[in-house]
């Protein structure tokens, strides 16, 4: 009974082991476009400004959050390259 159980918990969270660098990026991706939408929303609704700017301010969110994304997947293929088989 004990190995079934922890069969179904395996199967409900991925380890990173089996997740490839594509996959973390889609979720990185997804994370950062609902972070600077929400984000884009409540500076707005806080500051009491027209809704319609929230969109320069979602679109220098998502400026900011690509870069950084760009620099974090170069570190992180820097660092664990060898192990996944990327290479520069």
């Known amino acids: 009974m004990e190995g079934y159980a922890l069969d179904m918990i395996g199967g409900l969270f991925p380890t990173g082991f089996e997740n490839n660098l594509v996959v973390t990026s889609y979720y990185i ?11 884009s929303y409540m500076v707005k609704e ?18 900011i959050g690509a ?22």
């Open 46 to 63: 806080v500051d009491g400004g027209n809704k319609v700017s929230l969109l320069s301010d979602f679109v220098i969110m998502m400026w």
């Open 29 to 39: 991706s997804a994370i950062l476009v609902i972070h600077a939408l929400i984000s």
């Open 67 to 88: 870069v950084i994304e760009f620099i974090v997947t170069l570190m992180f293929k820097g660092m664990f390259g060898s192990y996944f088989g990327v290479g520069f």
